[in-house]
């Protein structure tokens, strides 16, 4: 398979990632408040594996022919991955934030809609 569509397929994920959990407000809320601060980046760490891994586990099961299923497919894999980190901190750079967290920042509590 192409390394072009592999990193593609990376890089949507990543930016998906990065869009959820900057503009879906419970999942926002979750990551900046529930989550530990010393865990975020370990957090996003196993996030951006689950894309290569699951491009690699489809090509195993035989659903998509994304990435062979050899031993040395850590090439693709790795290509996802900087895809994947590559959109996913582009994305976080240039996203605005969400609305509910613009008021929170002005010190507005919009809470209850």
Known sequence: MDNALVATIGAVFG??????????????????NVLNPDYKGLFMLG?????????????????????????????PLLVAWVGFVGANLATFMYTPDSKEKKL?????????G
């Open 15 to 32: 930016f998906l990632t990065s869009v959820g959990f900057k503009l879906i407000p419970p999942l926002d809320r979750w990551y900046q």
């Open 104 to 112: 929170n920042k002005l010190g507005i509590d919009n809470s209850k």
């Open 47 to 75: 996030i951006s594996l689950l894309a290569p891994l699951g491009m690699l586990l489809v090509s195993c099961l035989g659903l998509f022919n994304l990435i062979p299923c050899q031993v040395d497919s850590w090439k």
